[in-house]
């Protein structure tokens, strides 16, 4: 196995059990990228600890991929951004959520609008901090947070955060977006923070994004990476043909992910097209899949198994 040795950082964030589909994103990470440094983060906050069971511990440290706890709550606090609304599973509280949900059309039309937030895609929504928000217990948005603040962590390297429901297809290489780059969000014009690459050059970018949720912005993508902010900031977009196929209509799998799961006639058309044209992959979430025997997951799974190997 090649030492670590390249100066760039790769990360990822996860809560609860790790799921065994993701080792498709570590293998094939590994494989293309033999000297990148790469950080798992597990969040360690009660109530919503990431731990890895069984051998797949022990495959990922065959892999050089490093696990380190985080504690979000704490990553907040020393980078300044405002605490989550206080949330609990109370009757009060339900109700409380429930008012405050139906209440933001109003006051948005009453020009009441500290803490709410406008997407022309996405409607209205309130900040984390907004209370009876009920962020604090939102799984998706805690990683939408941890995604825009933890490259401040790693501010002397370029940085990737990737999610770990995508399959890498092509090595990464920072030099493409000196800039820095965001995925689409589907076909929209706005970011998907599942894919935020922050190389060292893009200082303006991470300065701004910082500021923006320090002063309470939601870290919503379609709010902190809508278009006019994507623009501002300087990033990438970069289209779903190259990252996310089942949202382009050139697909043989648009609209249908879980293709990417399945045996059938499209696999081989399916392989040759991402191989050409794509980076990765985005299979969005199917944690808890089974995937067929001769289906894209597999065959890739088994080619970088024996890429591998061959290291």
Known sequence: MTDIRDGDVVVSYWSGTLPEVSFLHFISFRVLNPSKRYILYLEKDLGYEGVV????????????????????????????????????????????????RNSVNLLWNLGIRRGLFKSEVMGLTQSHSYPFSGYSANLPYRADLFRSLIHAKHSGYNFLYVDIDICFIKKINFGDSPKGAIAQWGTDNFGNSAY?????????????????????????PWILYNHERVLDYGLEI????FMDPAWSPDSVIYQNSSLFFENGPHVDNFLDEVSERCIGIHWHNQWNRTPEIGSPYERLLRKFQTDFDKL
């Open 196 to 220: 935020l690459m922050l190389p060292i050059s893009a200082g303006d970018a991470k300065s701004k994004i910082l500021c923006l949720l320090r002063s309470g912005v939601s870290a919503l």
């Open 53 to 100: 069971v069984g051998n797949m511990e022990e495959r990922l440290k065959l892999l050089n991929i490093e696990v380190v706890g985080v504690r979000l709550s704490v990553l907040m606090k020393e980078m300044g951004i405002p605490k989550f609304s206080p949330w609990n599973n109370s009757s009060v509280f339900r109700f409380g959520r429930k008012l405050s």
């Open 238 to 241: 970069i289209d779903c043909a």
